[in-house]
């Protein structure tokens, strides 16, 4: 079965330092994401990406948080300067057409020190 | 602000009994309503989702939810609960009708033997 996979699984970076998240989503699928989970809380959307570009983001995405497609299997998450409050578990999501269902890899917990 | 609410944040049953999971919507136009699960170190798993039509939608492994848009809600169901059900069940829903999807803070099932 297809499946989204995500690297590291767990990264520990010090404040400041940029952090790169990876993401292979399923391989013929165009809508990719990013969620984030912080410990104990809801799950929350932060960018969805589509045909080389952001399609929607949330108020959290801010100027801090990039994305991109470097080539055509990986999507990246990008936090040029991380903050403590960065810490969470980052979960990369695929589907393949707007409608359809999401599909979420196992996620990056990253850890701010 | 499109938002769901998942009152119970643990719900306990013996096996072979019928399980709900409860959750309530907040949205303004039509709600593109969803249910996800997420077992431990895993990522989130798509049950099931209602856009339009019949108010039951029927989803994977068993599950079931009941559209009710006079009480505003969209409960999970069961009628004969597994252990291996038990997990994280988060309920979530599209302002968009895309997928930034907003979260329910989720609900931990637990089935007994």
């Known amino acids: 079965e297809p499946e989204v996979t995500q690297t590291p699984s767990h990264q520990v970076t010090q404040m400041g330092q940029e952090v790169i998240l990876r993401c292979v989503p399923i391989?013929?699928?165009?809508?990719f994401y990013w969620y984030r989970q912080i410990l104990g809380q809801k799950v929350e959307f932060l960018v969805s990406?589509?045909?080389?570009?952001?399609?929607?983001k949330s108020e959290i995405f801010d100027d801090q948080f990039s994305v991109e497609r470097p080539d055509g299997s990986n999507f990246t998450l990008k936090i040029r300067s991380t903050k403590l409050e960065d810490s969470a578990m980052y979960f990369c999501?695929?589907?393949?057409?707007?409608?359809?269902?999401?599909?979420f890899g196992e996620g990056s917990r990253l850890t701010v020190l | 602000a499109q938002s769901v609410a998942q009152p119970e944040d643990q719900v306990n049953v013996a096996e072979g009994n019928p399980l709900t999971v409860k959750c309530t919507y907040s949205?303004?136009?039509?709600?593109?309503l969803f249910w996800y699960v997420q077992y431990p170190n895993r990522g989130l798993q798509f049950l099931l989702k209602?856009?339009?039509?019949?108010?039951l939608v029927k989803g994977s492994y068993g599950f079931e939810a009941e559209f009710n848009k006079s009480q505003t809600s969209f409960h999970l169901k069961k009628p004969s609960a597994l252990v291996s059900d038990s997990a994280l069940y988060f309920c979530?829903?599209?302002?968009?009708?895309?997928?930034?999807?907003?979260f329910g803070k989720g609900t931990s099932l637990l089935v007994t033997p």
């Open positions: 999501a695929s589907n393949g057409r707007v409608t359809g269902e999401l599909f």
């Open positions: 391989s013929n699928h165009l809508y």
């Open positions: 990406f589509y045909n080389n570009e952001i399609s929607e």
């Open positions: 949205v303004s136009g039509n709600p593109y």
């Open positions: 209602y856009i339009t039509g019949d108010n």
């Open positions: 979530a829903v599209s302002p968009s009708g895309g997928y930034a999807l907003n």
